[in-house]
């Protein structure tokens, strides 16, 4: 055991921030522990995300406090690794900064920045800093060893950040590999959903403006179910998005749900579903489609960052363009019609899914990763 490589873990664990898994959780919680000897320093104020990226007492006390744990940690432990995932927002990045730093300064770790953010970092965050920030995140991304991005696509919005990028597939945790017939679509109406926070973003309109294209003939046909939870700053969209559903003639073919969050209220939300639509206009990874595809559902999705990786377009789902609500409701509407290509990409999807999008495959990603970066 002494012998093993040490690695210290720096990021938040539960309970969650709105809807957003804890990746480093699912780290502390896996076979990491055998190869490794592992130390977490917990920067979460465990307060929601309402805290996130506002300068507090609170927040201040944390970080000061992790700063020292992690000094004592960088003496004391003497790690071989340091594992973070700066985050896309300016106090935040101050913070997980100064970690980079400390730990370039008063150790010689490997540094590994796990980014989570997708092309959001360098064409909104970076784009949009002062000069000062900027230089900021170019020498503290500079002094890690290693990148890691979320897909092959957004290897191009890192790689002028880091002397060595990589890309590693998240994974869905389902600890039980379920084994359940795919026999969809059921009889009766066609169960159609949304699950994600509810926001522009996210292509909340998008869908809206979607369900709205299809033909009444067909609509009656259909149920729409809308699971998530209004962000805050929204009132716009949210404004539009009732009015959308008032214009609906089969509003009462629609359902919303609110925001889902267990494991259980997710498993039944994606088998009460035939189609899952996803029209996300900015994204990294997208974990949703992970999950309604490895519970049998025919995807509809965006060409955003990972998702073209996940989500191969005429196999187990269909891809459009941001906003292209026209498309979408082409593509919906071709499902709709073809019962049989609903289970095919079911099948196809669910298969995808367990052969490279579980969890395990990731962490064993991220053990290569550790193990090349330290030869290195």
């Not at 990746?23 to 190869?35: H, I």
């Not at 009766?188 to 809206?208: A, Q, V």
């Not at 009015?243 to 088998?271: A, V």
């Not at 035939?274 to 997208?286: R, S």
Request: include cysteine.
């Amino acid at each position: 055991m002494n012998n093993l490589p040490k690695l210290i873990i720096i990021g938040s664990v539960p309970p969650p921030y709105h809807g957003v898994t804890i990746y480093t959780e699912q780290l502390l919680l896996s076979n990491l522990n055998e190869s490794l000897q592992i130390m977490h320093i917990d920067t979460s104020d465990h307060r929601g995300s309402d805290n996130y990226n506002k300068l507090d007492y609170q927040n201040v006390k944390i970080a000061l406090k992790n700063v020292l744990l992690l000094i004592i940690a960088l003496f004391r432990f003497k790690p071989d690794i340091i594992y973070c995932a700066p985050s896309p927002y300016r106090l935040p990045f101050l913070r997980e900064s100064s970690f980079i730093l400390l730990a370039k300064v008063f150790s010689k770790a490997k540094i590994i920045a796990h980014m989570h953010a997708g092309k959001f970092f360098k064409e909104n965050f970076f784009k949009n800093s002062n000069l000062i920030m900027k230089s900021i995140i170019k020498n503290s991304l500079g002094m890690c060893d290693c990148g890691i991005v979320l897909g092959n696509n957004l290897l191009r919005y890192y790689e002028s950040f880091f002397k060595n990028t990589v890309f590693l597939w998240n994974g869905i945790n389902i600890e039980k590999k379920e084994s359940f017939k795919l026999n969809k679509p059921k009889k009766g109406k066609l169960t159609i959903g949304y699950l994600s926070n509810l926001c522009e973003n996210k292509g909340i309109i998008t869908f809206m403006k979607t369900i709205n294209n299809i033909p009444s003939e067909i609509m009656d046909k259909v149920k729409i179910v809308i699971a998530g939870d209004w962000l805050g700053g929204e009132d716009k969209t949210k404004n539009i998005f009732y009015e959308l559903i008032d214009k609906n003639k089969f509003s009462n073919n629609i359902s919303i749900i609110g925001g889902i969050y267990s494991f259980e209220q997710k498993r039944k939300f994606y088998l009460d579903l035939d189609i899952f639509v996803f029209p996300t206009q900015m994204e990294a990874f997208g974990l949703v489609n992970l999950e309604a595809m490895y519970f049998g559902c025919a995807v509809i999705s965006t060409y955003e960052g990972a998702i073209p990786e996940v989500v191969i377009n005429g196999e187990t789902g269909y891809l459009v363009n941001k906003n292209d609500s026209v498309d979408l409701s082409n593509k919906l509407l071709k499902l709709i019609k073809s019962p049989q290509t609903i289970i095919d990409f079911a099948k196809a999807g669910r298969r995808r899914v367990l052969d490279n999008f579980m969890l395990k495959q990731n962490i064993d990603g991220l053990k290569n990763i550790f193990d090349n970066v330290l030869k290195n």
